[in-house]
Protein backbone atom coordinates (compact mmCIF):
# COMPACT_ATOMS: atom_id res chain seq x y z
CA UNK A 1 0.00 0.00 0.00
CA UNK A 2 1.32 3.09 -1.18
CA UNK A 3 2.13 5.91 1.73
CA UNK A 4 2.84 9.46 1.36
CA UNK A 5 4.83 11.25 3.83
CA UNK A 6 5.79 15.15 4.20
CA UNK A 7 8.27 15.69 6.83
CA UNK A 8 8.26 18.56 8.74
CA UNK A 9 4.91 19.09 9.81
CA UNK A 10 5.32 22.98 9.82
CA UNK A 11 7.99 25.44 8.85
CA UNK A 12 8.45 29.02 9.38
CA UNK A 13 11.00 31.00 7.64
CA UNK A 14 11.86 35.07 6.97
CA UNK A 15 10.26 36.35 3.65
CA UNK A 16 13.12 35.94 1.00
CA UNK A 17 14.12 32.71 1.99
CA UNK A 18 13.89 29.92 0.13
CA UNK A 19 11.79 27.63 0.91
CA UNK A 20 12.21 23.44 0.06
CA UNK A 21 9.19 21.26 0.93
CA UNK A 22 9.68 17.66 1.45
CA UNK A 23 7.49 14.50 -0.27
CA UNK A 24 8.27 10.86 0.48
CA UNK A 25 6.53 8.00 -1.01
CA UNK A 26 6.73 4.49 -0.27
CA UNK A 27 6.10 2.61 -3.98
CA UNK A 28 7.56 4.08 -6.89
CA UNK A 29 5.41 2.58 -9.09
CA UNK A 30 3.68 6.08 -9.57
CA UNK A 31 1.80 7.70 -12.65
CA UNK A 32 2.31 11.22 -11.66
CA UNK A 33 2.73 13.35 -8.30
CA UNK A 34 1.26 16.35 -8.13
CA UNK A 35 1.55 19.19 -5.47
CA UNK A 36 -1.05 21.69 -4.23
CA UNK A 37 -1.59 24.45 -1.79
CA UNK A 38 -4.50 24.58 0.49
CA UNK A 39 -5.15 28.01 2.60
CA UNK A 40 -7.11 27.72 5.59
CA UNK A 41 -10.92 27.08 4.93
CA UNK A 42 -10.52 26.55 1.38
CA UNK A 43 -10.36 24.24 -1.32
CA UNK A 44 -6.84 23.05 -2.72
CA UNK A 45 -4.97 24.89 -5.74
CA UNK A 46 -2.98 22.79 -8.08
CA UNK A 47 0.45 24.09 -8.13
CA UNK A 48 2.38 21.52 -10.29
CA UNK A 49 1.93 18.07 -11.75
CA UNK A 50 5.11 15.72 -12.66
CA UNK A 51 4.24 12.98 -14.74
CA UNK A 52 6.48 9.72 -13.82
CA UNK A 53 8.57 10.25 -16.53
CA UNK A 54 9.54 13.72 -15.64
CA UNK A 55 12.58 14.60 -13.43
CA UNK A 56 11.28 18.14 -12.90
CA UNK A 57 8.59 21.00 -13.34
CA UNK A 58 8.61 24.39 -13.35
CA UNK A 59 6.36 27.55 -12.87
CA UNK A 60 7.63 30.97 -12.04
CA UNK A 61 9.14 30.98 -8.66
CA UNK A 62 8.05 27.56 -8.47
CA UNK A 63 10.04 24.02 -9.32
CA UNK A 64 9.43 20.77 -7.98
CA UNK A 65 11.45 17.75 -8.49
CA UNK A 66 10.98 13.75 -9.01
CA UNK A 67 13.08 10.79 -7.92
CA UNK A 68 11.34 7.94 -8.32
CA UNK A 69 13.96 5.28 -7.59
CA UNK A 70 14.37 7.36 -4.45
CA UNK A 71 10.58 7.74 -3.67
CA UNK A 72 11.14 11.65 -3.13
CA UNK A 73 9.86 14.75 -4.50
CA UNK A 74 11.09 18.27 -3.36
CA UNK A 75 8.92 21.82 -3.71
CA UNK A 76 10.87 24.79 -4.29
CA UNK A 77 9.79 28.38 -3.58
CA UNK A 78 11.97 31.05 -4.49
CA UNK A 79 12.03 34.59 -2.60
CA UNK A 80 9.62 33.52 -0.39
CA UNK A 81 6.64 35.69 0.21
CA UNK A 82 4.16 36.32 3.17
CA UNK A 83 1.27 35.36 0.42
CA UNK A 84 2.90 31.69 0.28
CA UNK A 85 1.97 31.55 3.80
CA UNK A 86 -0.08 28.02 3.37
CA UNK A 87 -0.44 24.21 3.67
CA UNK A 88 1.37 22.53 1.25
CA UNK A 89 0.26 18.77 0.45
CA UNK A 90 1.70 16.16 -2.66
CA UNK A 91 -0.12 13.40 -3.68
CA UNK A 92 1.04 10.56 -5.53
CA UNK A 93 -1.35 8.80 -8.28
CA UNK A 94 -1.01 5.22 -7.77
CA UNK A 95 -1.38 2.16 -9.77
CA UNK A 96 -4.05 0.42 -8.01
CA UNK A 97 -7.81 -0.01 -8.16
CA UNK A 98 -9.05 3.51 -8.94
CA UNK A 99 -6.49 5.26 -10.09
CA UNK A 100 -6.51 7.24 -6.99
CA UNK A 101 -4.08 9.96 -5.52
CA UNK A 102 -2.70 9.01 -2.21
CA UNK A 103 -1.92 11.96 -0.11
CA UNK A 104 0.68 13.42 2.06
CA UNK A 105 -0.45 14.71 5.77
CA UNK A 106 0.83 18.41 4.31
CA UNK A 107 3.58 20.93 5.40
CA UNK A 108 1.94 23.81 6.61
CA UNK A 109 4.78 27.50 6.00
CA UNK A 110 4.37 30.52 7.82
CA UNK A 111 6.44 33.43 6.18
CA UNK A 112 7.72 35.61 8.28
CA UNK A 113 7.54 39.70 7.29
CA UNK B 1 -13.71 29.67 -15.70
CA UNK B 2 -13.18 25.96 -15.36
CA UNK B 3 -13.96 24.92 -11.71
CA UNK B 4 -15.31 21.98 -9.53
CA UNK B 5 -18.06 23.35 -7.68
CA UNK B 6 -19.61 22.11 -4.69
CA UNK B 7 -22.87 23.07 -2.43
CA UNK B 8 -23.37 24.05 0.38
CA UNK B 9 -20.02 25.08 1.68
CA UNK B 10 -21.22 25.14 5.27
CA UNK B 11 -23.60 22.00 7.05
CA UNK B 12 -25.04 21.61 10.51
CA UNK B 13 -27.23 18.78 10.69
CA UNK B 14 -28.69 16.17 13.39
CA UNK B 15 -27.76 12.57 13.53
CA UNK B 16 -29.68 10.74 11.28
CA UNK B 17 -31.34 13.50 8.71
CA UNK B 18 -30.48 12.60 5.34
CA UNK B 19 -28.64 14.95 3.43
CA UNK B 20 -27.05 15.39 0.17
CA UNK B 21 -23.42 17.40 -1.24
CA UNK B 22 -23.49 18.30 -4.56
CA UNK B 23 -20.76 18.44 -6.82
CA UNK B 24 -20.50 19.86 -10.30
CA UNK B 25 -17.68 19.92 -13.01
CA UNK B 26 -17.80 22.08 -16.10
CA UNK B 27 -14.53 20.45 -17.77
CA UNK B 28 -16.19 17.28 -19.04
CA UNK B 29 -13.85 15.42 -17.21
CA UNK B 30 -14.62 11.30 -16.65
CA UNK B 31 -13.25 10.58 -13.47
CA UNK B 32 -14.74 11.98 -10.32
CA UNK B 33 -14.02 11.39 -6.63
CA UNK B 34 -14.86 12.22 -3.66
CA UNK B 35 -12.69 12.91 -0.16
CA UNK B 36 -13.00 13.76 3.65
CA UNK B 37 -10.07 15.09 5.41
CA UNK B 38 -10.04 14.99 8.96
CA UNK B 39 -7.00 16.39 11.24
CA UNK B 40 -4.41 13.83 11.58
CA UNK B 41 -5.31 11.57 9.37
CA UNK B 42 -5.00 13.88 5.68
CA UNK B 43 -7.57 13.18 2.76
CA UNK B 44 -9.19 10.01 2.05
CA UNK B 45 -10.89 9.12 -0.60
CA UNK B 46 -14.22 7.95 0.13
CA UNK B 47 -15.71 7.11 -3.18
CA UNK B 48 -15.01 7.59 -7.06
CA UNK B 49 -16.34 7.07 -10.57
CA UNK B 50 -14.54 6.67 -14.04
CA UNK B 51 -17.67 7.97 -16.10
CA UNK B 52 -21.56 7.80 -16.08
CA UNK B 53 -22.81 5.15 -14.03
CA UNK B 54 -19.90 3.70 -13.18
CA UNK B 55 -18.78 4.30 -9.41
CA UNK B 56 -16.45 2.57 -7.07
CA UNK B 57 -15.20 2.45 -3.39
CA UNK B 58 -12.17 4.16 -2.20
CA UNK B 59 -10.91 3.81 1.11
CA UNK B 60 -13.64 5.21 3.86
CA UNK B 61 -16.93 4.57 2.11
CA UNK B 62 -18.88 3.40 5.01
CA UNK B 63 -22.13 5.47 5.94
CA UNK B 64 -21.71 7.08 1.71
CA UNK B 65 -23.77 6.78 -1.24
CA UNK B 66 -22.90 8.19 -4.70
CA UNK B 67 -24.58 8.41 -7.95
CA UNK B 68 -23.29 9.19 -11.01
CA UNK B 69 -26.21 9.83 -13.68
CA UNK B 70 -24.62 13.12 -15.77
CA UNK B 71 -20.90 13.29 -16.41
CA UNK B 72 -21.65 16.75 -14.49
CA UNK B 73 -22.79 15.78 -11.47
CA UNK B 74 -21.32 13.65 -8.56
CA UNK B 75 -23.68 13.96 -5.33
CA UNK B 76 -22.15 12.22 -2.31
CA UNK B 77 -25.35 11.22 -0.34
CA UNK B 78 -25.18 10.25 3.79
CA UNK B 79 -28.43 8.74 3.93
CA UNK B 80 -28.22 8.49 7.81
CA UNK B 81 -25.37 10.71 9.37
CA UNK B 82 -23.37 10.05 12.65
CA UNK B 83 -21.42 12.60 14.65
CA UNK B 84 -18.01 10.63 12.97
CA UNK B 85 -18.76 11.87 9.64
CA UNK B 86 -18.08 15.45 10.97
CA UNK B 87 -15.26 16.64 8.14
CA UNK B 88 -14.37 18.63 5.74
CA UNK B 89 -15.05 17.23 2.20
CA UNK B 90 -13.91 17.65 -1.20
CA UNK B 91 -14.66 16.78 -4.46
CA UNK B 92 -12.49 16.34 -7.18
CA UNK B 93 -12.52 15.61 -11.31
CA UNK B 94 -9.66 14.58 -14.21
CA UNK B 95 -9.41 13.49 -17.60
CA UNK B 96 -9.14 9.78 -17.51
CA UNK B 97 -5.69 9.63 -18.34
CA UNK B 98 -3.21 8.78 -16.32
CA UNK B 99 -0.88 12.10 -16.51
CA UNK B 100 -4.07 14.38 -16.11
CA UNK B 101 -4.26 17.06 -13.34
CA UNK B 102 -6.68 17.06 -10.77
CA UNK B 103 -8.83 19.50 -10.12
CA UNK B 104 -10.58 19.82 -6.61
CA UNK B 105 -13.97 22.00 -5.34
CA UNK B 106 -13.69 24.85 -2.54
CA UNK B 107 -14.90 21.82 0.43
CA UNK B 108 -17.74 21.45 2.39
CA UNK B 109 -17.63 21.59 6.68
CA UNK B 110 -20.04 19.36 8.01
CA UNK B 111 -20.40 18.88 11.05
CA UNK B 112 -22.93 16.54 12.49
CA UNK B 113 -24.45 16.86 15.90
Given at each position: ??????????L???????????C??????I????????????G??????I??????????R???S???????????I????????????C??????????????????????P | ???V??????L??????K???????????????W????????????????????????????G?K????E???F???????????????F???????L???????????????
Amino acid sequence: KQEVTQIPAALSVPEGENLVLNCSFTDSAIYNLQWFRQDPGKGLTSLLLIQSSQREQTSGRLNASLDKSSGRSTLYIAASQPGDSATYLCAALVKAAGNKLTFGGGTRVLVKP
Amino acid sequence: EAQVTQNPRYLITVTGKKLTVTCSQNMNHEYMSWYRQDPGLGLRQIYYSMNVEVTDKGDVPEGYKVSRKEKRNFPLILESPSPNQTSLYFCASRIQGLNTEAFFGQGTRLTVV
